[in-house]
């Protein structure tokens, strides 16, 4: 039976009804699949595609002898990331590198490579258990291997380095405005805690050429940092300590930076490590805290989903979380410190200055 057609008022409200249902299958359809690009991008950067492109196009054939991939798999693959508008492929059928792929380039002021790798490779398999950490609370690391914190990558040179070089991409991001909206002009000392290879403290001794830094971490960061802190001119300003914060850290600093620390760990380690802050601060000092501050409810804005993507990043990771600015000021609190003023919001994070309870 032919149904009788509806009124023109009719059918437009159910066309557009049918259209916003097609959008929302197509919105989550996209976001279920969405793995493929991490992956795709992880591969591209671990081949170092990018770098093989920057002198120029090649023919997936020729990139395909360099890489010793197979060449129609690998074709595949560059079609896949021009979707992505990261290579474009040229009428020829060449592929070049397009604006936003030099930043898989290993020697690119804004690289993200080392993060791209550290996600699809060393980090991917921990995702694949996110039920298991939303059911116990426990980070899917642990759940696999019975051991928490960073102890996986202490004894993995090819990992720590990865590691390190991901939290330098993420850190260089914003390390430029962070050096900028803190003031560093009534400091004479800077001890950057868990800093890594020290991208965020080689950025503001270079900024600040009146400031001494102590670039703290385990013993896996040293060389990294060693090598960092002597390409950016500023080795001669800048001690490398090495050492845990769950133990104790280096005393006497103006200012002490947690850049990205206080989201990998459980409020009690957090009140470990902040409490270790205090006992080193003297009179006068401050602490800035450098962290994702969670909102009371979260939108669908990016800003809201990068927060949102770290939360659950780190409950698979380790078992830490983002918090809220009220949360944040308890655990200050809780170790003798309190919020003095926040700084305006650099990308997605927030410099957070605190200073001993009177």
Known sequence: MIMPAATSGTANRTNASISAADAAVGRLLEQIGASWMTQAISVAAELRLADLLATGP??????????????????????????????????????????????????????????????????????????????????????????????????????????????????????????????????????????????????ILSAHPHLRGTLFDLPHAMSGAAALAGQAGVSDRCELASGSFFEAIPAGADIYLLKSILHNWDDTQCGVILQHCRRAMPDGARLIVVERVMPRRLSASAVDRAVARSDLNMLVGLAGRERTMDELASLLANAGLRVARTGAAVREFTAIEAMPLR
């Open 58 to 203: 090649r023919a997936a054939e020729a990139l395909g002898r360099e890489t010793q991939c197979d060449p129609a798999a690998l074709h595949r693959l560059l079609r896949a990331l021009t979707s992505l508008e990261l290579f474009v492929e040229q009428d020829d059928g060449a592929f070049a590198l397009a604006p936003a792929g030099t930043l898989l380039c290993a020697d690119s002021p804004q690289s993200v490579r080392s993060w791209a790798i550290w996600c699809g490779k060393y980090h991917w398999p921990v995702w694949a258990n996110l039920l298991g950490s939303v059911r116990s609370g426990i980070s899917a690391r642990e759940l696999a291997t019975g051991r928490r914190g960073y102890a996986h990558i202490e004894g993995d040179q090819e990992g720590a380095a990865i590691f390190n070089g991901a939290m330098v991409a993420i850190t260089r991001l914003i390390a430029d405005e962070l050096a900028r909206v803190v003031d560093f002009s009534t400091a004479r000392s800077v001890v950057d805690v868990g800093g890594g290879h020290g991208e965020l403290l080689t950025v």
